[in-house]
């Protein structure tokens, strides 16, 4: 099993905004091969900001790589909505083979 996540620093107040994005795209991950469950986190909010993670598991780490390099993928971050503003900086990818 393989686990992908996504950190995203987002501006305070904006929160509610970036789980719009996530509720109003069209992921298409069900009938993407290997996937197997998703999961937005969202953490502590500071005075900076609030974090968030996207978190995926996978049967196996070449399903994860494979939906990264589909079509399928590109579609579900094409309209990702307004986002001016919401991040803080890039996404900090993460990505765990699980050994137990």
Not at 5 to 29: C, H, T, Y
Not at 37 to 60: M, N
Not at 91 to 100: A, D, I, K, M, R
Request: aromatic share 14%; charged share 20%.
């Amino acid at each position: 099993m393989y686990i992908a996540m996504n950190r995203f620093k987002i501006a305070p107040g904006r929160e509610a905004d970036f789980i719009a994005v996530w509720q109003n795209r069209e992921s298409q991950l069900d009938a993407v091969p290997g996937f197997v469950e998703f999961h937005l986190l969202q953490g502590a909010t500071d005075e900076v900001c609030t974090l968030f993670a996207s978190h995926s598991i996978w049967k196996r780490e070449e399903d994860f790589a494979n939906w990264t390099h589909s079509e399928a993928f590109r579609q579900a971050h094409a309209n990702a909505g307004e986002t001016k503003g919401l991040y803080l900086g890039p996404p900090q990818f993460e990505g765990f083979n699980v050994v137990l």
